[in-house]
Structure formats: structure tokens, C-alpha cells
């Protein structure tokens, strides 16, 4: 049974960091592209990053570059985000997501975790 369970959500300073975490099973983690999204209040879900099954081809958006760190451990079937810097207008739910890719004009994914909430407070 495939799954993505996010962890490391929650509260934190402008300036502050967290480190989300997202646990798979079911053999998903051997999807190519792992990645992460995140989805504001009364907004569209946005891509966040992703990496490729070797690590070594990453992609992020161009409001998270130079402050968001994707990363994947496959032996533990965990992949990560780690947020630096924290804005404010990176509030949103983060939803962890398997098989991404960018597909007429947009990103897509064929899995997708329940989501963590991201708040940060200016």
C-alpha cells in the first residue's frame, strides 16, 4: 500500500527553520522524482522542489531557491525539506508528493501525502 506521511510542521518566527519530514511505504520512494508542494489558504497548490531518485537532478521554485534544501535518504524511505529564512508568505499546508513532473505548463505528481501545516508569524 503506497503511502506519504508528512511530520515537522508547525509554528515558527520569521527568520526560523523547520524540517519536514516525509515517511513512505510501499515502495514509492522508488518513484524517480520525489518532491514537495504547498497550498496557502484560498490559493492554488503550488510546486515547492524535487529530486531525482539519485539525488543529483533537483529543481526548485524560484520564491523557496537559495532558502529550501529537498533532500532523500532511499535506505530509509524518507524524503526531506529543510526551510531556512521562513517568510511569512511561506504559510501554507506542505504536501509531500511522488513521481513528480512538469507536464503541460504544470507540475504534477501521482501520489500525494495528507499534508503538515507551515505557520510562520511576522
Known amino acids: 500500500q503506497v503511502q506519504l506521511v508528512e511530520s515537522g510542521g508547525g509554528l515558527v518566527e520569521t527568520g526560523g527553520s523547520l524540517r519536514l519530514s516525509c515517511t513512505t511505504s510501499?515502495?514509492?520512494?522508488?518513484?524517480?522524482?520525489m518532491g514537495w508542494f504547498r497550498q496557502a489558504a484560498g490559493k492554488e497548490r503550488e510546486f515547492v522542489a524535487r529530486q531525482s531518485l539519485n539525488g543529483g537532478l533537483i529543481s526548485y521554485s524560484d520564491s523557496v531557491t537559495g532558502r529550501f534544501t529537498i533532500s532523500r535518504d532511499n535506505a530509509k524511505h524518507t524524503v526531506y525539506l529543510q526551510m531556512n529564512s521562513l517568510k511569512p508568505e511561506d504559510t501554507a499546508v506542505y504536501y509531500c508528493?511522488?513521481?513528480?513532473?512538469?507536464?503541460?505548463?504544470?507540475?504534477?505528481?501521482?501520489?500525494w501525502g495528507q499534508g503538515t501545516q507551515v505557520t510562520v508569524s511576522s
Open positions: 510501499g515502495g514509492i520512494i522508488s518513484r524517480n522524482f
Open positions: 508528493a511522488a513521481g513528480v513532473i512538469y507536464r503541460a505548463g504544470t507540475w504534477v505528481a501521482d501520489y
